[in-house]
């Protein structure tokens, strides 16, 4: 159990559009989706947290209006990089939890972005 | 909030040496602690787990110890393989899942050398 989803694994996108990742939990309800940002060799960097049907908690020094956030459901919570420029290249990776502990935190695939 | 250390960042080991992380943890209340490990491009997956009523769990290669009093947690692999090369998160939180949110280590590279 405990299987989440990410799409896309990959994308480029042009400098000043806007690309919007999904994560999806599988097999339970995830009552918070987690957002990172990872940069090569580095730790995970928490962007934002968020509960389903409530507003996203972003971490300080992230953009709310750039990185917009959406919980609407117990299984999919997707976020959009909004005119997005190079420097916002990253590799970014969701985790989900629900309430049912045993399952802990699992993560998804993960979206290695390119902005060109 | 909590501060989670990781130690080393990196380590080299000879095929079938013992590899062991350290990690510490600075607020008391945190109870639940995985290990993941993240190949490279790939989604950190979850190896091992301790809850703060444990004070040691094994799983096959694999062992993690905890001592809540000095509030820190080691990761140890033995008979170690290069497809265990990796790099390999700790992480404290206060529940296992639900609203807590996980506090992180800097990740540590391990490298096994065949």
């Known amino acids: 159990g405990a299987v989440v989803s990410q799409h896309p694994s990959w994308v480029i996108c042009k400098s000043g559009t806007s690309v919007k990742i999904e994560c999806r939990s599988l097999?339970?309800?995830?009552?918070?989706m987690f957002w990172y940002r990872q940069f090569p060799k580095q730790s995970l960097m928490l962007m934002a947290t968020?509960?389903?049907?409530?507003?996203?908690?972003?971490e300080q020094g992230v953009e709310k209006d750039k990185f917009l956030i959406n919980h609407a459901s117990l299984t999919l919570s997707t976020l959009t990089v909004t005119s997005a420029h190079p420097e916002d290249s990253s590799f970014y990776i969701c985790s989900a939890s629900g309430q049912n502990t045993n399952y802990g935190y699992t993560f998804g695939s993960g979206t290695r972005l390119t902005v060109v | 909030g909590e501060n989670v250390e990781q130690h080393p960042s990196t380590l080299s080991v000879q095929e079938g040496d013992s590899a062991v992380i350290k990690c510490t943890y600075s607020d008391s209340a945190s109870n639940y602690f995985p290990w993941y490990k993240q190949e490279l491009g790939k989604r950190p997956q979850l190896i091992i787990d301790?809850?703060?009523?444990?004070g040691e769990k094994k799983d096959q290669r694999i062992a993690v110890t905890l001592n809540k009093t000095a509030k820190h947690f080691s990761l140890h692999i033995t008979e170690t393989q290069p497809e265990d090369s990796a790099v390999y998160f700790c992480?404290?939180?206060?529940?296992?899942?639900?609203?807590?949110?996980?506090?992180f280590g800097r990740g540590t590279s391990l490298i096994v050398h065949p």
């Open positions: 301790i809850r703060s009523n444990v």
């Open positions: 992480a404290a939180s206060q529940s296992a899942g639900g609203s807590y949110i996980p506090t």
């Open positions: 968020s509960n389903e049907g409530s507003k996203a908690t972003y």
């Open positions: 097999d339970f309800q995830a009552t918070t």
